[in-house]
């Protein structure tokens, strides 16, 4: 035989009960949706630094380029650095003439990328300069 104060502990228990499951799923959901704005937040500036980091790499590049352009122009008046500047970022050339053997170019091009990444990346190439025709070959191209 159930009493009335019996009848009302089960209705209390089981309002109770619903409380704890309604918070315990509250949670969850909580938890998911922070993990999920953590996730996206690591992938964003994951592929930002990858995009200025492709962006180093070609300016870096520019500068090779440009000095490669320089020596193929006038070789005897190339100068040893300089800056090159493409759209707002920077790049450092330096030219160092037969070294390490004769005939042979070492170019190395510093890029520093300012908006939002910081970073640089620097590119270093050792051209061969023909004597008789004046042709720059690039016998090869590093990242340092």
Known sequence: MATRYSLLATRSCKGQSYLILVL????????????????VNSFL????????????EAVAKSG??????RLARDYANAPSSYSLVVGSDVATVSVTKDTPVAN???VSSTASV????????TLQAIVLKDATTGQVTILSLTFQ
């Open 64 to 69: 090779i380029d440009d000095a490669l352009l």
């Open 24 to 39: 315990l799923i509250g949670g969850i959901v909580v938890f998911v949706a922070i993990t999920l704005v953590f996730l």
């Open 104 to 106: 042979e170019i070492t």
């Open 114 to 121: 300012t908006s939002g990444f910081n970073g640089r990346r």
């Open 45 to 56: 500036s994951g592929s930002t630094s990858f995009r200025f980091a492709n962006r180093a």
